[in-house]
């Protein structure tokens, strides 16, 4: 069974560009989550979609967006890139989006780069 | 802002010993999650422990929760070097997962 897949893996942008990273989850998995991960600091949740809706978002600016396809894929964008955006985003997907055993996979990221 | 704080940030241990990494956070939870992650990328689950319990185990990995003092602990028993990996306890929220720093664990051959 293919697990969470993130596209691309790497990606090098210049500062004030946008960017789309893209994410599958797991074959009837419904949850979606995003999260930044910046060298040596633990995952920082930035969005989560379940059925197509937000659910939660962290505290990020309005330059973070994303949204939820039909298919339950993923696309998190974001606009005018700072260098401080330079990350691993990680997308987890989850079965559901209620509270209890909330078990998430992880892809295995992007690794943005912003010079 | 991060929820959990492993301790210690680092640890550098010899194959066939233990490793205990320790959590702290802060609010109520409902469960605490431990998840591995190899050299930068994706996070594996471990192990979740729920609010009501106080030990579980999995394998090598022993964790226990004591909700009294907000603190949970990782023990790997008998290390190997596939063991070398950042680990990460989270607290789940509402519909999140807010991890700590991570703990750096080293197991030389």
């Known amino acids: 069974d293919a697990g969470v897949t993130q596209s691309p893996t790497h990606l090098i942008k210049t500062r004030g560009q946008h960017v789309t990273l893209r994410c599958s989850p797991i074959?009837?998995?419904?949850?979606v989550s995003w999260y930044q991960q910046v060298l040596g600091q633990g995952p920082q949740f930035i969005f989560q979609?379940?059925?197509?809706?937000?659910?939660g978002r962290g505290n990020f600016p309005d330059r973070f967006s994303a949204r939820q396809f039909p298919n339950y894929s993923s696309e998190l964008n974001v606009n005018a890139l700072l260098l401080g955006d330079s990350a691993l985003y990680l997308c987890?997907?989850?079965?559901?989006?209620?509270?209890?055993?909330?078990?998430?996979?992880f892809g295995p990221g992007t690794r943005l780069t912003v010079t | 802002s991060q929820q959990g704080e492993e301790d210690p940030q680092a640890l550098s241990i010899q194959e066939g010993e233990n490793a205990t990494m320790n959590c702290s956070y802060k609010?109520?939870?409902?469960?605490l999650q431990w998840y591995r992650q190899n050299s930068g990328r994706g996070l594996v689950h471990l192990i979740l422990?729920?609010?009501?319990?106080r030990e579980k185990h999995s394998g090598r990995l022993r964790v226990t929760l004591d909700t009294s003092k907000k603190s949970s602990s990782l023990l790997i028993t008998a290390s190997r070097a596939a063991d070398t990996a950042s680990y990460f306890c989270?607290?789940?929220?509402?519909?999140?997962?807010?991890f700590g720093k991570g703990t750096m664990l080293l197991v030389s051959p």
């Open positions: 989270a607290t789940e929220g509402y519909s999140t997962l807010t």
């Open positions: 987890a997907s989850s079965p559901t989006g209620s509270r209890g055993s909330y078990e998430q996979y």
């Open positions: 422990i729920r609010s009501n319990e």
């Open positions: 979609y379940y059925e197509k809706e937000e659910r």
């Open positions: 609010t109520s939870i409902n469960n």
């Open positions: 074959s009837g998995h419904k949850s």
